[in-house]
């Protein structure tokens, strides 16, 4: 069953969701029948005006800067939607669309003649800029001859791929945004609908109605959808897909087509009629989030440290860079810090002497790692719980000697000296073939119930090749749960009896949550026992769920709230949304991190911290059980590295690492000034 955003109009009028709407406010006036707006470069805003009705050459782009406008682009007809990406603009002008540099140079990329029907009234305009994909949609006349376009720049061809053969009906199409990559989202402002469409086949689904004379349709950079409305002047926004459409606020005329401010926080909409330009706060009523920045400092971990082993090119000439991938501690009141590094050591810092790590274990004799593939390594380590006692602990790691192969094994500390691991206790626990060098996953961790929980990417390349993360028949693509005390069925472990896919006929029974891309550092929240993962994403968003046991989180059929692919779906009954999402234009590849339950920073107590790798910018995120969503997102200040990792100490307080020439790469969270 598919659950779909639909509502209907007198649901949109009740009180509740007006009570506390935003006030809109004018940046600018004086515009010549506004039409449309972009984001371009430096954050500038830039508006369509489409000058008189019914007279060509008027119409132009304006900037808009310190409440001034100054002109653009003129010389235009009748320039309505428009998108900028990279280094150029793209608009729809009456049945043509242009293209227009940076510096201001127009171009025809696309005349009527090229469409495959005569253009009738070229509105709206989205583009997905990497893929070369730009969508145009035609409202067409009376309500007749409405289309949505899709225009291939690499291969200089249009087609039609929405009309009334697949949207019977289709009265208006005007605003149009991709849902994701291989799907998009018109809205039939004639008859106040939203229909997903899904590229490849051109299957359409309405999603919601009730949405008189609906117009404009912008994303944030969370996954909120916002909606304007050019009959009745008034703006929605839609906090996750699934969600009722929330009243924001009201223009004096007509709200045309919108987008948010490079900031995020204000969603901005040209009223066409009055000529101004407003803004509207992005804050939905009833789904608040603090954004407000959160006072913390990373700090030097260990300043001075010195690894034992660890090549610093003062005497070989040829740096390394120290990769710590993961910290950790033995769980045995010691206090002692583990610091697991990507070439495959293992060592050990007392903290009664900070600047020297002691190496506990040496495997780079049978861990593979490069820099060219650098997913690969020594990836995992969880200590036994009773480690104290039994010495056990777990390592996950790429194997050296068998090309696309990761490995889960059991170590055991040396004869009588717990403070060194022996490299030949090796016993090989699951053995992972891979068809693909990235994705690789590799966290481990023991939960609050004993048992060791695993995850493994989905076997790599681009957009899940093999489907492997939805196929039960695979371990990759999933998070397993195993039982090592008790190995069972000729295996050196056993499975646990409350598994969800045990008694599942072809489902691999180590199974414990699936529909995962490539989760790139999982945790256990020390006080609710609640499992938080970073999913890192393909093409446009990453995400942060909190996992279930048995629970389907979408890849490859859905990229975080987003339908994915030739076979992308919307809101599933039977799949786990996350609970966030963040889009690439903040950030590229996320990196999971803790919820702290430490003392030394009380500002952060029950916050999930993240970081973005590529940006290197990281949050602390608040969820609120009873509400059941986010409360609040707030940045840090940007960290020092790319944060690959995070990890916790003996006390729960938490540090972040990256890659470091010095060996300076891991720093420790304390209270900002």
Not at 449 to 466: K, R, S, V, W
């Amino acid at each position: 069953m598919k659950k779909h955003w639909l509502f209907s109009a007198g649901l949109l009028l009740t009180g509740s969701l007006f009570a506390t709407a935003a006030e809109p406010k004018t940046a600018i006036e004086g515009l010549k029948m506004p039409e449309s707006v972009c984001v371009g470069p430096a954050g500038k805003w830039y508006v369509t005006e489409i000058g008189e009705f019914g007279k060509d050459g008027d119409g132009k782009v304006s900037i808009i800067e310190d409440g001034k406008a100054t002109t653009f682009v003129d010389g235009l007809d009748d320039p309505k939607g428009i998108v900028f990406f990279k280094d150029s603009f793209y608009l729809t002008d009456k049945t043509k669309v242009v293209k227009i540099d940076a510096s201001g140079k127009k171009s025809v990329l696309a005349a009527a003649d090229k469409f495959p029907v005569a253009p009738i009234f070229l509105n709206d305009i989205a583009i997905d800029g990497p893929n070369g994909i730009i969508l145009i949609s035609d409202s067409g006349a009376d309500g007749k001859g409405g289309a949505v376009f899709r225009l291939d720049i690499r291969q200089d061809k249009i087609d039609v791929v929405a009309s009334e053969e697949n949207i019977p009906g289709l009265n208006k199409p005007n605003g149009v945004t991709f849902d994701g990559g291989g799907s998009f989202i018109v809205a039939d402002m004639g008859k106040g609908e939203l229909h997903r469409v899904r590229l490849s086949d051109k299957s359409a689904e309405k999603i919601a109605d009730g949405l008189e004379g609906a117009d404009g349709l912008a994303w944030d950079y969370n996954g909120r959808l916002f909606i304007t409305s050019w009959t009745t002047g008034k703006a929605f926004g839609i906090p996750r897909p699934g969600e009722k459409p929330v009243f924001l606020g009201k223009l004096e005329q007509n709200a045309a087509d919108s987008c948010v401010d490079a900031s995020g926080t204000q969603l901005l909409i040209p009223d066409m009629k009055s000529g101004k330009l407003i803004t509207l706060s992005t804050t939905i009523p009833g789904w608040e989030v603090d954004e407000s920045p959160l006072a913390i400092e990373a700090k030097p971990a260990f300043p001075g440290i010195k690894w034992e082993g660890w090549d610093d090119g003062s005497e070989s000439g040829k740096a390394v860079p120290f990769r710590p991938i993961l910290l950790t501690h033995f769980g045995d009141g010691s206090g002692r810090i583990v610091v697991g590094e990507q070439h495959g050591v293992i060592y050990v810092i007392d903290p009664k002497n900070p600047t020297e790590g002691k190496i506990f274990l040496d495997l780079q004799d049978r861990v593979k790692y490069s820099d060219k593939q650098n997913e690969e390594g020594f990836l995992g380590l969880a200590f036994h719980p009773k480690f104290k006692e039994n010495g056990e602990f777990f390592i996950f790691y790429t194997e050296k000697k068998t090309n696309l192969v990761n490995v889960v094994s059991k170590f055991k500390t040396k004869a009588g000296n717990k403070n060194a691991g022996d490299p030949a206790s090796e016993v090989e626990l699951i053995r992972f073939e891979k068809p693909f060098w990235n994705h690789d996953g590799g966290t481990i961790a023991f939960g609050p119930d004993g048992y060791l929980y695993i995850t493994h990417g989905d076997g790599g390349a681009g957009g899940d090749p093999h489907e492997n993360g939805q196929k039960m028949s695979t371990l990759l693509g999933k998070i397993l749960r195993i039982d090592v005390d008790k190995p069972s069925a000729g295996k050196p472990y056993g499975i646990p009896a409350d598994n969800p896919f045990v008694k599942q006929e072809g489902a691999k029974p180590e199974i414990y949550a699936y529909g995962f891309r490539n989760i790139w550092r999982f945790a256990f929240d020390e006080k609710t026992g609640q499992l938080w993962a970073g999913e890192v994403g393909q093409n446009l968003f990453e995400e942060i769920v909190r996992v279930t046991k048995g629970g389907n989180f979408g890849w490859s059929l859905r990229e975080s709230l987003h339908p994915f692919g030739a076979k992308g779906v919307g809101v599933q009954k039977d799949m786990i949304e996350p609970i966030w999402e963040y889009h690439h234009d903040i950030g590229k590849s996320i990196t999971g991190g803790d919820v702290y339950r430490g003392k030394a920073v009380p500002a952060l107590e029950g916050h999930y911290v993240y970081a973005d790798y590529v940006s290197s910018r990281f949050w602390a995120l608040k969820y609120d059980e009873e509400k059941g969503r986010v409360v609040a997102n707030r940045e840090l200040p940007k960290a020092p590295v790319a944060v690959m990792s995070f990890g916790e100490d003996e006390a729960g307080e938490l540090y972040l690492m990256g890659t470091s020439a010095t060996g300076q790469g891991i720093f420790k969270l304390v209270k900002g000034k």
